[in-house]
């Protein structure tokens, strides 16, 4: 536990002396709001239910429920609620969305790629594979966040 301690003083001290790299990072790396909701959408056939959009994003229902309306209102998104349980909302994309999905796609793996260029082929196999893990650390334990 020592040792875990110093590692998280090392990373936590590295953070706070490069913050604007660490910014660029993250925008890198990860996407937001309506991207990560087209992302989602793109990557399972183009529906999904409004819940399943929360688990796999994270984000409230509230949040969600904004990001589907402006997904709507832009008609990147059709909503349609279940047929046998009202409660349910199934969230297909249009054709626009479709390719909207597939711009933000191509936006986000172009990001990968400029981040992965600065690393040679063996620490890009090795941060896929931390990433890997620790995502599924945290899938596996929503106390972490």
């Known amino acids: 536990m020592e040792?875990?301690?110093?590692?998280?003083?090392?990373?936590?001290?590295?953070y706070c002396q490069r913050l604007r790299a660490f910014s660029r990072?993250?925008?890198?790396?990860?996407?937001?709001?309506?991207?990560?909701?087209?992302?989602?959408?793109?990557?399972?056939?183009?529906?999904?239910?409004?819940?399943?959009i929360m688990a796999l994003t994270g984000l409230t229902s509230g949040r969600v429920a904004n990001i589907l309306r402006q997904l709507e209102a832009k008609k990147w998104i059709q909503r349609l609620?279940?047929?046998?349980?009202?409660?349910?909302?199934?969230v297909h994309l249009t054709d626009a969305g479709q390719k909207q999905s597939e711009k933000v796609l191509l936006h986000t793996r172009a990001n990968h790629q400029k981040m992965v260029q600065y690393l040679r082929h063996d620490e890009a196999q090795q941060m896929l594979l931390l990433l890997e893990h620790l995502s599924a650390c945290l899938d596996a334990s929503a106390s972490l966040v």
């Open 25 to 52: 990072l993250s925008s890198l790396l990860f996407t937001s709001g309506e991207d990560s909701v087209l992302l989602c959408l793109i990557t399972h056939e183009g529906t999904l239910l409004s819940g399943d």
């Open 81 to 90: 609620q279940d047929a046998s349980d009202k409660r349910k909302v199934h």
């Open 3 to 14: 040792d875990q301690t110093r590692q998280a003083e090392g990373i936590t001290q590295l």
